[in-house]
């Protein structure tokens, strides 16, 4: 609604807001989004690494874009930064969504 502006204004953060409330519910659709937001830099940070996360937490629950976007941004990533996002991916899932 908020991202693409349906019926209100559109307003990238507060379209952020709520996928992460819903992210943090572990639905994938959420998590695939605010890896592109990431990615972009709509309404959230321009962070690469936290695109990676949210797009392999999104694999994770089988959203069908997730590896694809996840695949793209490992391109642009050191090996380092990947594993960083990886990690971050494992802490997210252990504290079931919450230490997102």
């Known amino acids: 609604m908020y ?3 349906d019926g209100v204004d559109q307003d990238y953060r507060e379209a952020a807001r709520w996928y992460r409330m819903v992210a943090e519910q572990g639905l994938a ?5 605010l890896g592109m937001m990431h990615n972009l830099g ?17 694999a994770a629950n089988d959203h069908p ?3 694809k976007l996840r695949g793209t941004l ?9 594993s960083k996002a990886q990690q971050l991916a494992k802490q ?6 919450k230490a997102c």
Not at 74 to 82: C, H, R, T
Not at 92 to 97: A, E, F, H, K, Q
């Open 65 to 67: 874009k997730a590896e």
């Open 74 to 82: 490992a391109q642009a990533l050191i090996p380092a930064d990947i």
């Open 29 to 33: 659709q959420a998590q695939f989004n």
């Open 3 to 5: 991202y693409q502006g």
């Open 42 to 58: 709509r309404g959230v940070s321009l962070d690469p690494v936290l695109a990676y996360m949210w797009a392999d937490l999104a």
């Open 92 to 97: 997210c899932m252990g504290s079931n969504y």
